[in-house]
């Protein structure tokens, strides 16, 4: 799945909750074109028409790109008689039947990358409380899309071959596994989380013999870190879990791969080609 067709994944899940929360009849968004000065919307909730539908955004025009301007949330009580927006599109939104619309940027790493709108068909202001639903409908797509970004920049640096000659090429090695099993849970794309997954097989030896070492995802993901030299307090952050829990799956880790200490598991683990 590419970057774009993730990012309209969490665009429309977000359109959901916010419809759902907030108690708009309709909400629609989208993402900011790559290199461009404008928004495109791709996706549609509740819509009667698809007057909407792809339509582009210049940024500073309309609601929506005076808040990809300003990154920012707007909102007017009539979109048709604002003083406060230009009105490039109104024939679109009038074709929908709105008037009292908000538009909330979604902004990661200082950079706006989509905007959500929430609309009403019938002038009236929309409230701080509708406004702050819809806020938080942005911040869950911001937080996805960074994940996803993190997760394309372990992939990509764990497919590179590390220098000829490199002594800390297998040191480097372990800590991109480790990164890619501990963000593969965090993942709510299927498919990029697959290819996370996939990646960290990639980068596992094949056992020397046939062990026969069943670990469970989690049992995998602490080792990992431990690998990589990850105290429990440093894995429990990466892995968003409590330490405790940690210690819990570190044990059960050894007990099943025969080791009393945790180097010896780790040393198990990658002779049993669980681990690089």
């Known amino acids: 799945m590419t970057v774009d067709a993730a990012g309209a994944v969490e665009i429309r899940r977000a359109l959901v909750r916010l419809r759902r929360t907030t108690g708009l009849p309709v909400a629609f968004g989208g993402l900011v074109e790559a290199g461009r000065p404008r928004m495109r919307i791709s996706e549609l909730s509740g819509t009667a028409t698809t007057s909407l539908l792809a339509l582009a955004v210049t940024s500073g025009n309309g609601l929506g790109g005076k808040t990809v301007a300003l990154a920012r949330p707007c909102a007017v009580a009539d979109y048709s008689v604002s003083r406060q927006i230009s009105h490039e599109y109104d024939a679109a939104v009038a074709a929908e039947g709105l008037r009292s619309v908000l538009a909330v940027p979604v902004v990661v790493r200082r950079r706006v990358r989509g905007v959500l709108y929430g609309a009403l068909r ?155």
């Open 122 to 276: 019938d002038a009236r202001p929309l409230g701080d409380r509708t406004m702050a639903a819809a806020v938080d409908a942005a911040r869950d797509v911001e937080q996805a899309l960074v994940v996803g970004d993190e997760a394309r920049d372990v992939l990509a640096a764990a497919r590179a071959e590390p220098p000829p000659g490199d002594s800390s090429g297998w040191e480097q090695v372990r800590e991109a596994h480790a990164a890619l099993r501990a963000l593969a849970p965090r993942i709510t794309d299927p498919a990029l989380r697959t290819e996370l997954l996939d990646a960290c097989a990639l980068l596992t030896p094949a056992p020397a013999s046939p062990a026969g070492v069943a670990l469970a995802p989690r049992e995998l993901d602490v080792l990992a870190c431990v690998a990589a030299g990850a105290t429990n307090a440093v894995a429990a952050a990466r892995l968003g879990v409590s330490a405790e829990t940690v210690k819990a799956y570190l044990r059960s880790a050894m007990r099943k791969l025969g080791a009393r200490t945790r180097g010896e598991a780790v040393a198990a683990a990658r002779r049993a080609g669980v681990l690089p």
